[in-house]
């Protein structure tokens, strides 16, 4: 959650609404909180980080559900994983 500088908390509503006035102004495409912190997933899962890791910055449960969550991702991971080991022994 975030706060203010007195201590007390956001509301959602008021986060959202400057969020899509930042959004307006930079001209890109308004996305809602959920739509980043997929994106982050994602870019994490992609580039490299352990499952273990996103699931925590995630604060998933379990890796489990990151796993369940991100299934595209992963699939595409397992398949390309032979590739980058066998570029890492041939390298």
């Known amino acids: 959650m975030i706060h203010q500088q007195d ?5 959602t509503n008021i986060v959202r609404e400057y969020f ?10 308004i996305l809602s909180s959920h739509a980043l912190r997929h994106s982050h997933a994602v870019h ?3 580039f490299g ?8 910055r995630l ?3 379990s890796a489990h559900v990151t796993a369940d969550t991100y299934l595209h991702i992963t ?11 066998s570029n890492y022994i041939n390298s």
């Open 7 to 11: 201590g007390r908390w956001l509301r």
């Open 20 to 29: 899509k006035e930042v959004c307006k102004r930079a001209k890109v495409p």
């Open 44 to 46: 994490l899962l992609v």
């Open 49 to 56: 980080a352990n499952i273990k890791y996103a699931s925590e």
């Open 59 to 61: 604060s998933h449960k």
């Open 75 to 85: 699939e595409k991971l397992e398949k390309e994983s032979p590739d980058l080991y």
